[in-house]
């Protein structure tokens, strides 16, 4: 029973993983130019530093764990437990942060059953044309937070829910610190309620604060080729003032809805 560190010492290697490998919180240096192919195993709870690896993945191979260093590939989300209508999908998602260098793809369409989804500091996702589906009533906030230099390309996002009345995507610099963030071939998509009424918030833009004037400017909102239906308000931009707080957008560019109030 020797460890993954133990076993995996030589460069330029292809290394099979069959089994599940707790790291136990501790670090692991993979040597330089190896390929981790995943074939039924894990590897979890702790760091791994890679130097020009490649991540051959399968479902479910990676969680709780840090990847730092230089990835040569795309991670899939399945690889880290996100995927179809699995009821983790909230939780893996929302622990993204923890592979801030590396871009994720979307393999298959996801559902998730609770709001609230954060996609965090430096997270890209590409979303390959997949949907991203919501079934739940409510959020404290919005179905999608998006965080701090955060990019999401190519996915279309849907409210399945009839009274859900909140935005599908904010991004707001008081609550989740937001200055700049990337959205490309984006579409966002509400629905009816019982009276055939559109409810929800497209895109909501809040640069608001009260306290700190070098902590909540949004300083770059690229957004191109976004189309918004089905809502009853487009895309909201608003800025509560009171002499600490602005907005400035670099460029919007090609953005369709089917209602749009600002």
Not at 65 to 73: A, D, M, S, Y
Not at 121 to 134: D, L, M
Not at 212 to 224: A, W
Request: with cysteine; proline share 1%.
């Amino acid at each position: 029973d020797k460890t993954l560190a133990e076993q995996m010492t030589r460069t330029n290697t292809i290394y099979e993983i069959r089994y599940d490998f707790d790291l136990g919180g501790s670090l692991f240096n993979i040597p330089e130019g190896c390929t981790l192919k995943f074939i039924g195993g894990s590897v979890k709870n702790g760091t791994i530093v890679c130097s020009n690896t490649t991540i051959d993945g399968c479902v479910s191979c990676i969680s709780n764990l840090i990847i730092q260093g230089v990835v040569v590939n795309n991670i899939k989300l399945s690889w880290v437990g996100v995927f179809g209508n699995n009821s983790e999908n909230k939780t893996n998602f929302n622990s993204l942060v923890n592979y801030s260098s590396i871009i994720f793809e979307v393999d298959s369409d996801i559902t998730f059953s609770d709001g609230d989804v954060v996609l965090k500091n430096n997270v890209t996702i590409i979303g390959n044309g997949h949907i991203i589906s919501f079934t739940c009533n409510d959020a404290s906030n919005a179905l999608i937070i998006l965080s701090d230099r955060c990019r999401l390309d190519n996915v279309k996002i849907s409210s399945q829910s009839e009274n859900y009345a909140k935005p599908i995507l904010l991004a707001d610099t008081e609550f989740n610190k937001v200055h700049t963030f990337w959205l490309s071939k984006i579409v966002i998509s509400g629905k009816y309620n019982a009276e055939g009424i559109y409810n929800s918030i497209g895109l909501r833009i809040s640069a608001s604060n009260y306290k700190d004037n070098s902590q909540n400017y949004i300083t770059g909102c690229f957004i191109r080729d976004l189309r918004i239906e089905f809502v009853k308000i487009g895309v909201e931009i608003s800025c509560v003032n009171q002499n600490y707080s602005t907005a400035d957008f670099a460029w919007l560019n090609e953005i369709h809805t089917s209602s749009m109030y600002i």
